[in-house]
């Protein structure tokens, strides 16, 4: 466990060394929050039969929040990034030889690095959103914490999904031919830009078949109360079951590429 704490502390070192980089992405989620606001807003305007029953308060905390959490559930960089820069590189051997499990030990990184998005990327944004915009705030502590729990299961889920994206490279040595398609397909599914319920009733079958609802759909709609209290134990469930699911597919997959794995040189 002191080996997790220390590459999480040590990733976030890396992360928050970078002040441009910060007020830049500061600005840039400004932004994009602005942007969801009004479209929404407009969108509520001239439909709001469309909304099956959804006040606009909390369409807008659906969309704010969904932009906010994706500051920290990324799916443009993360660990998987990370395998594919340090295998194009040659330099994958050098966490192979720690003396720590390769899957805790990204998992160690991504942590650092999800921690510092939440203090720098989430936080300010969250507290500057809350003043400017009618978000709905749920009052029942069980739903907060129902709330945390599936952020917290939702970034488990989504690092094993990125853990086996990032795997490929070790087949291709390049992930840039299917990242935008993983993007999207993460971006669309979960329900991030649009919620699920909005989506034709041919797809959501599968929709629901996908784990990318655990991951920004859950969070949200528990905290934005599309799903009622009945509903909380089985949602969370839900992503219990894809979390260790993921689990034990990423640790076979990796077994199986760890055990065919040559390095050559050095």
Known sequence: MSLFWIFSRQNFYQQSAYRLNFWLEIAG?????????KLWNV????????????????MITYAVLGM????????????????QQQVRMGQITTDLMKPVDFILHMMARDFGSMITRLVFFLVPPM???????????PTSPL?????????????????????????ISFKTLDLMGFSFTYFALVRFASGQIVPLWMYPDVLQPVLNFLPF???????????????GNSALPSALLTQTVWMVGLF?????????????????GG
């Open 68 to 83: 906010l959490i994706g500051s920290i559930l990324n799916t443009s960089e993360g660990v998987h990034t990370y395998i």
């Open 43 to 58: 969108l509520f305007d001239q439909t709001p039969q469309s909304f099956a029953g959804i006040t606009l308060p909390q």
């Open 29 to 37: 989620i400004l932004l994009q929050i602005y942007v969801v606001y």
């Open 248 to 264: 034990v597919v990423a640790r076979l997959i990796w077994g199986r590429i760890h055990n065919s794995l040559i390095v050559q």
């Open 127 to 137: 507290v500057i959103s809350y003043l400017l915009f009618d978000m709905v705030v």
């Open 213 to 227: 609802k655990s991951v920004f759909y859950t969070p949200l709609a528990i905290y934005n109360g599309v799903l």
């Open 143 to 167: 739903r907060i914490l129902a709330f945390l729990l599936a952020v917290a299961q939702a970034w488990m889920i989504l690092f094993f999904c990125n853990f086996m994206f990032g795997l």
